[in-house]
């Protein structure tokens, strides 16, 4: 079951908030990441631990953007950002890779497959924030549907 944080609903009047996937199969980083992305105004997370459970979830709810881990049990964060960039609902989603993979062979392979930038773990906060804002931007239009 996919886990949220930051659901509240803006007072009327207020921005939509912005959806975030964030998908990382050892729930501590899942947690850093969250806690890191709610210093961007306005934003909506939801965690996955799994690759099937981010693929349900970006089946069926459009985000406006997706912080992916690539080294996760099961079919692998390339497979699921294979997935995502061919599936109806998030394909010009952006995409932030944020992995202990640091080497340029795995980072050109995701950016072969449109990813939006690449943050390598251990994560530096303001890095990670910046990367999400300079995404999301503070003028773009929220995704507004499940």
């Not at 997706?66 to 995502?84: Q, R, T």
């Not at 062979?105 to 910046?130: F, H, Q």
Request: proline share 6%.
């Amino acid at each position: 079951m996919p886990e949220s944080i930051a659901q509240s609903n803006p007072a009327p009047g207020a921005a939509a908030r912005r959806k975030v996937l964030i998908v990382d199969d050892e729930e501590s980083m899942r947690l850093i990441l969250g806690r890191t992305v709610e210093a961007v105004p306005n934003v909506e997370i939801t965690l996955a631990g799994t690759c099937e459970e981010a693929l349900q979830l970006a089946g069926s709810r459009v985000f406006d953007i997706i912080l992916l881990d690539l080294l996760m049990p099961g079919i692998g964060g390339i497979a699921v950002l294979k997935a995502i960039r061919t599936g109806p609902r998030n394909k010009a989603t952006p995409v932030i890779i944020v992995s202990v993979m640091a080497d340029e062979d795995t980072k050109n392979v995701c950016r072969s497959m449109g990813i939006s930038d690449y943050v390598v773990k251990p994560i530096v906060r303001e890095a990670l924030v910046a990367a999400v804002k300079a995404q999301i931007g503070s003028g773009g239009q929220p995704s507004g549907g499940n």
